[in-house]
């Protein structure tokens, strides 16, 4: 790896999406809208909102990082540029990495707009510190992003790559206790949500506005978090073709 091209390629990519306003609405308006309508669903049930928004804070965010990351990767095999790049002294980790640095700045930017909106007009109460929900928040985003770089190498297509997110993240929608606890699952689905990164993120969600303090198991749920984007780093570099077909 060498810092240097890594951050010219974060540049480069920065660049591009300064030039891309859809893009940019898509992974910070698109998360607050659908945190608004949330509050609105449950105008008249405060606790219900109190209850499912501090969990889809953190769901929001991962689902369109996700989406954006896994197709903005493809698009760079798909145009000829990664393999370009790739005749480059650049390697396979400085580009992924400078990715992440990307996604990265927008993560930190929509998990900041995200939080201040639901903490503050929306009215979202928790137990514990703001700053920790934040941090969960930003967390569930770089996760969606390193998710998305990684599955972008299996796929042929744009339209492929959207595939990937109802076989890949559905499943742990539905596994991750939002609808569910995950104590009353059966025995097979509860360890198969266990090696879930996002039963994880629903977890310290739902423990922030619960608990009190800076819990433990919050910041055990953050490192599982922070463990498996960076697994899912390492395999997207490891998994990278040199060649698109």
């Known amino acids: 790896m060498n810092p240097t091209r890594t951050l010219a390629t974060a540049r480069r990519v920065l660049a591009q999406l300064r030039h891309d306003p859809r893009t940019i609405a898509l992974l910070l308006v698109v998360p607050c809208l659908l945190l608004t309508l949330l509050k609105y669903m449950f105008a008249g049930q405060p606790s219900a909102f109190d209850r499912t928004g501090a969990a889809l804070l953190g769901i929001f965010p991962l689902l369109v990082m996700f989406l954006v990351t896994s197709v903005a990767m493809l698009r760079e095999r798909t145009t000829g540029t990664l393999e370009r790049l790739l005749t480059m002294p650049l390697g396979r980790l400085d580009l992924l990495l400078g990715y992440a640095l990307a996604f990265g700045v ?140």
Do not use: K
Not at 199 to 219: C, E, F, I, K, Q
């Open 106 to 245: 927008v993560a930190l930017l929509q998990a900041a707009l995200a939080s201040a909106l639901t903490l503050g007009l929306l009215g979202l109460h928790v137990a514990g510190p703001t700053w920790l929900l934040f941090a969960v928040a930003l967390g569930d985003g770089l996760l969606g992003m390193a998710l998305g770089l990684f599955v972008s190498a299996f796929a042929a297509t744009e339209f492929q790559a959207v595939q990937f997110l109802p076989a890949v993240l559905l499943p742990q929608l539905l596994l991750c206790g939002l609808f569910v606890p995950r104590a009353r699952m059966g025995e097979a689905l509860r360890w198969a949500s266990d090696v879930l990164p996002l039963s994880y993120a629903v977890d310290a969600m739902n423990r922030l506005t619960s608990t009190t303090g800076v819990d433990g198991r919050v910041l055990r749920d953050l490192a599982v978090i922070a463990g498996a984007a960076l697994l899912s780093l390492a395999l997207g570099a490891a998994t990278l073709r040199r060649r698109t077909a």
